[in-house]
């Protein structure tokens, strides 16, 4: 079955500008996690999203904001960009939210704020 | 105590050796250890996982060794080989919250 789709795969946008990525998660798949990962650094957690619902948050200002819809896919949202905005914007889907269950990562969303 | 730490941040290794990442957290109600590879240009895919009532467990050349009165876990690469080079990530979870992440692990095997 097909993976967890990121798209667009780059984007460049000007400081100030809003951006909206997208990430479509495996078939099936009902929660859907969003990432953030700058170079030398780990992966730092934005939010959670199970049936529609923002399960949980990460330490980031309000310009991060997403939303999941009925068929589980899944957009995030930053307004208001800065240059320390520049990351790899990664989604990850997984079957369920409350049990251990593996996380499938998309190949991520490679986002420059110039 | 949410945190997960690390080591060491980067690590070459000859082909054919033996390539060790360690990991400490310190809640102790977490109960779901991942390890996760991440390519180049790649998201991170899972590469092994334990829960804290075993000790070890062993998928081919990779090993995760679980202690949970240390509070420590770590990622054995036995004969690694220059494919494996890569970064690896620990992580820990518990059930309804995120994963935390270690830092990562940017690793080299040499020919």
């Known amino acids: 079955k097909a993976g967890v789709t990121q798209t667009p795969r780059y984007l460049i946008k000007t400081r100030g500008q809003q951006v909206t990525l997208s990430c479509s998660p495996i078939s099936g798949h009902r929660s859907v996690s969003w990432y953030q990962q700058t170079p030398g650094q780990g992966l730092q957690f934005l939010f959670e999203?199970?049936?529609?619902?923002?399960?949980n948050k990460g330490n980031f200002p309000g310009r991060f904001s997403g939303r999941q819809f009925s068929n589980s896919r899944s957009e995030m949202n930053v307004s208001t960009l800065e240059l320390g905005d520049s990351a790899l914007y990664l989604c990850a889907s997984s079957l369920n939210s409350g049990m251990n269950t593996e996380a499938f990562f998309g190949q991520g969303t490679r986002l420059t704020v110039v | 105590q949410q945190q997960v730490k690390q080591s060491p941040q980067s690590l070459i290794v000859q082909k054919g050796g033996i390539s060790i990442i360690n990991c400490a957290y310190e809640n102790t109600a977490f109960d779901y250890f991942p390890w996760y590879q991440q390519f180049p240009g790649k998201g991170p895919a899972l590469l092994i996982a334990?829960?804290?009532d075993v000790s070890e467990k062993k998928e081919g050349r990779f090993t995760i060794s679980f202690n949970k009165s240390a509070k420590q876990f770590s990622l054995h690469i036995m004969d690694s080989q220059p494919g494996d080079s890569a970064t690896y990530f620990c992580?820990?979870?518990?059930?309804?919250?995120?994963?935390?992440w270690g830092a990562g692990t940017k690793l080299i095997i040499k020919p």
């Open positions: 999203y199970f049936s529609e619902t923002q399960r």
């Open positions: 992580a820990a979870k518990r059930s309804n919250y995120q994963l935390i």
């Open positions: 334990i829960r804290p």
